[in-house]
């Protein structure tokens, strides 16, 4: 039986050999996907030299708050950690509302040039981010926001993506009828949208939230285009910080760096890892 195969099936309806194949392959898929992570934490908890081990070292060893200790005399690590943090939940706040906002329009009312707009929203996904760069880094100077949290914020409250993902989902998740009940017991526009489809939608709007987030939390081109001050810096920003060191790279203190910087993304994702889950897999099984 093929890999594909097997994947596809219940590990309920596979023999036992199908079944210790099966784990297996999840097994060797998570230690995959885990063992680069486990590494930078370990380099982040020796000495400036364990990178270079051949083998690999896999060994945790004690050098982990003295090498976060020379993190912190070279950067502001835990404000550009807050300054990140408020910026990514801003900006993912207001895009899973606007979006999803967009998305319900598009998917359940009818407007003059309803399809060319949706066109248009959609034909934007094409266009690569460095091309409007320039113009929005100029109305951002004509508003006076440059090396500020809103440069950051606002040109981010929503995307194109974002209405297509929530457009999609809606049209197959609400269903007409249940618009129409809300219609006939009194409920205006906004109190359906509301009380009907924002419990419908969840686990979309989870889905789009956290991967906005790691989007926000991990840009570093355009923080790095618009702010000019060490206060505003957002922890991309920090960590690039860390490569300028005349006596060479000290990787036990970068790593420590890294691991540290990547801990709320992980801590977000187990948060609603659950909504992630059904609003990625909806559809894919037919009851």
């Given at each position: 039986?093929?890999?594909?195969?097997?994947?596809?099936?219940d590990?309920?309806?596979?023999?036992?050999?199908?079944?210790?194949?099966f784990?297996?392959?999840?097994?060797?898929?998570?230690?995959?996907?885990?063992?680069?992570?486990?590494?930078m934490?370990?380099?982040?908890t020796?000495?400036?030299?364990?990178?270079?081990?051949?083998?690999?070292?896999?060994?945790?060893?004690?050098?982990?708050?003295?090498?976060?200790?020379?993190?912190?005399?070279k950067?502001?690590?835990?404000?550009?950690?807050?300054?990140?943090?408020?910026?990514?939940?801003?900006?993912?706040?207001?895009?899973?509302?606007?979006?999803?906002?967009?998305?319900?329009?598009?998917?359940?009312?009818?407007?003059?040039?309803?399809?060319?707009?949706f066109y248009?929203?959609?034909?934007t996904?094409?266009?690569?981010?460095?091309?409007?760069?320039?113009?929005?880094?100029?109305?951002?100077?004509?508003?006076h926001?440059?090396?500020s949290?809103?440069?950051?914020?606002?040109?981010?409250?929503?995307?194109?993506?974002?209405?297509?993902w929530?457009?999609?989902?809606?049209?197959?998740?609400?269903?007409?009828?249940?618009?129409?009940?809300?219609?006939?017991?009194?409920?205006?526009?906004?109190?359906?949208?509301?009380?009907?489809?924002?419990?419908?939608?969840?686990p979309?709007?989870?889905?789009?939230?956290?991967?906005?987030?790691?989007?926000?939390?991990?840009?570093?081109?355009?923080?790095?285009?618009?702010l000019?001050?060490?206060?505003?810096?957002?922890?991309?920003?920090?960590?690039q910080?860390?490569?300028?060191?005349?006596?060479?790279?000290?990787?036990?203190?970068?790593?420590?760096?890294t691991?540290?910087?990547?801990?709320?993304?992980?801590?977000?994702f187990?948060?609603?890892?659950?909504?992630?889950?059904?609003?990625?897999?909806?559809?894919?099984?037919?009851?």
């Open positions: 039986m093929s890999t594909v195969r097997l994947l596809k099936k590990p309920d309806d596979l023999g036992i050999f199908g079944k210790i194949g784990y297996l392959i999840l097994i060797l898929g998570a230690l995959v996907s885990i063992f680069p992570f486990y590494w934490f370990v380099v982040g020796n000495d400036r030299g364990a990178v270079f081990h051949v083998p690999p070292l896999l060994t945790v060893g004690n050098q982990f708050f003295d090498n976060f200790q020379r993190v912190l005399d950067t502001d690590f835990f404000q550009a950690l807050g300054n990140s943090l408020f910026v990514s939940s801003m900006v993912t706040i207001s895009v899973v509302f606007f979006c999803t906002l967009a998305g319900y329009a598009f998917a359940k009312y009818e407007f003059p040039f309803k399809n060319i707009l248009f929203v959609i034909a996904l094409f266009v690569p981010q460095q091309l409007g760069v320039l113009p929005t880094y100029v109305i951002m100077a004509k508003l926001w440059i090396d949290f809103k440069a950051l914020i606002v040109p981010a409250m929503v995307n194109a993506f974002g209405i297509f929530m457009r999609q989902y809606i049209s197959t998740a609400v269903h007409t009828e249940l618009i129409e009940a809300g219609r006939i017991d009194g409920g205006g526009h906004f109190r359906i949208f509301w009380n009907i489809a924002i419990p419908v939608i969840t979309a709007m989870a889905t789009l939230g956290i991967l906005n987030f790691m989007t926000v939390w991990n840009d570093f081109f355009w923080p790095l285009v618009v000019k001050n060490q206060e505003h810096f957002t922890i991309q920003i920090a960590l910080q860390l490569f300028s060191n005349r006596d060479g790279l000290d990787y036990g203190m970068i790593m420590s760096a691991f540290t910087a990547t801990l709320p993304l992980l801590i977000v187990l948060l609603f890892s659950r909504w992630v889950i059904a609003g990625l897999t909806s559809g894919a099984i037919k009851s």
